[in-house]
């Protein structure tokens, strides 16, 4: 099969990540005899440094031609100083946008020699298998008017939606919630926040398409407690885009760490966008310590999301479970008698780990 993929490696460990992704990939399609051919477009600070720009039109371009698109991180202490509207962060809300990208798909995967690797009680988070769904393109993050107004004294951000954009996401949670475990948990603030009291009725009159999954309503206060102390009662989680945000990265404290979280940004049809759900770590790039498994399960996720392949994400997340099975850490895991290792080593141990695979042992592994 051909497929054209671009690469958004973008700021930080982005850049160090993608080229596990592509590796990786590129076994897979020998493996496969697959044809992917691969192009790399700037975004983010990169691209503020190179075009002054954070989403050049050659990136949009690309992009739209492209069969999938995989991207690292954006961001930086460099850039941090810009206005609001050339920050590397707009290059990544752009690329969102332009391409319509409304439902992120955030799975919340264990792998069972990394229970360890969790702050949180074994018997807490064992068993747990968590899809949040984010809506991506709308709320707080995009709502007009936004900025310093009143001669720079007073300052507005606006949540805005559409019913549209709320009905579209909800029909998608539905969708996952009947391919997996019926189980739907929908997150707001009804309590205060008029969106949310809208959210909440469209959920109310959704359910009735959908009568065999079980819908629960959770204020998001009380869903960012339960999310680390009862984690097993969420199945798939629908919310807007800045609790999505915010729930997906304390979520990813049930997987060990946040290096291990993969994300599909997709539409109803189409090409989609997959990414890590961490950022550009200032902290630890350029020391070749980053850990790839998240950029790496993010390319299986493109497989299976946009090229509608089987055997070779499975494959992929094997080898993942096979190199932490064999006690391979990256240094944000901190486990107790594994084996530290680099970007570099992770990214080898996975590709040899790559069609040697017995039965999987990965405690979740249904994504939607
Ligand atoms: N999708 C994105 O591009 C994205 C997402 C989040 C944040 N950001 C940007 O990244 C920059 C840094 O933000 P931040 O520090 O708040 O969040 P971050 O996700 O970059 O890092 C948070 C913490 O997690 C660690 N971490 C993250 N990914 C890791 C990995 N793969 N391996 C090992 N450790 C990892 C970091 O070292 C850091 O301690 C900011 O400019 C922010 O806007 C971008
Ligand atoms: C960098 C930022 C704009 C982005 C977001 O908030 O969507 C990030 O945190 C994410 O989770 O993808
Ligand atoms: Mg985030």
Same mark, same amino acid.
């Given at each position: ?6 690469? *958004?490696?973008?700021?930080?460990? $982005?850049? +160090? ?13 020998? +493996? ?14 990169? #691209? ?17 031609? !492209? ?5 690292? #991180?954006?961001?930086?202490?460099? @850039? ?6 050339? &920050?590397?962060? %707009?290059?990544?809300?752009?690329? &969102? ?5 409304? #439902? ?5 995967? =264990? ?9 949180? %009680? ?23 008017? %936004?900025?310093?107004?009143?001669? $720079?004294? #007073? ?24 391919? &997996? ?11 205060? *926040?008029?969106?949310?009291?809208? @959210? ?8 009735? +398409?959908?009568?065999? /999954? ?7 206060? !009380? ?16 919310? +807007? ?14 997987? $060990?760490? *946040? =290096? ?6 997709? &539409? ?17 790039? =350029? %020391? ?45 895991? !901190?486990?107790?008698?594994?084996? /530290? /290792? ?11 780990? *790559?069609?040697?695979?017995? /039965? ?9």
């Amino acid at each position: 099969m051909k497929r054209h993929i671009v690469m *958004l490696p973008g700021d930080g460990i $982005g850049k +160090e990540i993608m080229g596990s992704a592509k590796i990786v990939l590129q076994t897979i399609a020998t +493996e496969f005899g697959h044809q992917f051919t691969f192009a790399e477009h700037a975004i983010g600070g990169s #691209a503020i440094d190179q075009f002054q720009t954070p989403l050049p039109d050659t990136t949009v371009k690309a992009c739209e031609e !492209a069969d999938a698109i995989l991207l690292g #991180a954006v961001g930086g202490e460099k @850039w941090d100083s810009l206005p609001g509207d050339q &920050r590397p962060e %707009k290059g990544l809300l752009g690329i &969102r946008k332009a391409l319509g990208l409304f #439902a992120n798909l955030r799975p919340i995967k =264990g792998f069972l020699p990394l229970l360890h690797a969790s702050p949180l %009680k074994e018997e807490v988070i064992k068993g747990s298998d968590i899809l949040i769904i984010r809506e991506l393109t709308g709320g707080l993050y995009f709502g007009e008017p %936004k900025g310093r107004i009143e001669k $720079g004294n #007073a300052v507005v951000d606006t949540l805005y939606y559409h019913r549209t954009e709320m009905e579209r996401i909800i029909d998608k949670a539905f969708q996952s919630a009947q391919h &997996r475990n019926k189980k739907l948990t929908s997150v707001d603030k009804a309590n205060v *926040l008029e969106s949310s009291r809208f @959210w909440r009725e469209i959920v109310e009159a959704k359910r009735k +398409e959908y009568p065999d /999954v079980a819908v629960e309503h959770l204020l998001v206060d !009380a869903a960012a407690m339960k999310l680390i102390t009862q984690p097993n009662q969420f199945d798939v989680i629908v919310t +807007e885009n800045l609790f999505g945000d915010i729930l997906s990265d304390e979520a990813s404290v049930l997987t $060990g760490s *946040l =290096g291990m979280l993969p994300s599909a940004s997709i &539409r109803t049809d189409g090409i989609g966008l997959y990414e890590p759900v961490h950022g550009s770590a200032p902290d630890i790039a =350029g %020391k070749g310590i980053a850990n790839p498994l998240g950029m790496i399960l993010s390319a299986a996720l493109m497989l299976r999301h946009s090229f509608d392949m089987h055997e070779e994400p499975d494959e992929i997340e094997r080898a993942v479970q096979t190199s932490l099975d064999q006690g391979y850490y990256t240094a944000d895991l !901190a486990i107790e008698d594994g084996i /530290v /290792v680099s970007t570099k080593e992770m990214t080898d141990i996975v590709i040899g780990n *790559l069609s040697t695979n017995s /039965v999987s042992n990965c405690i979740c592994n249904s994504y939607a």
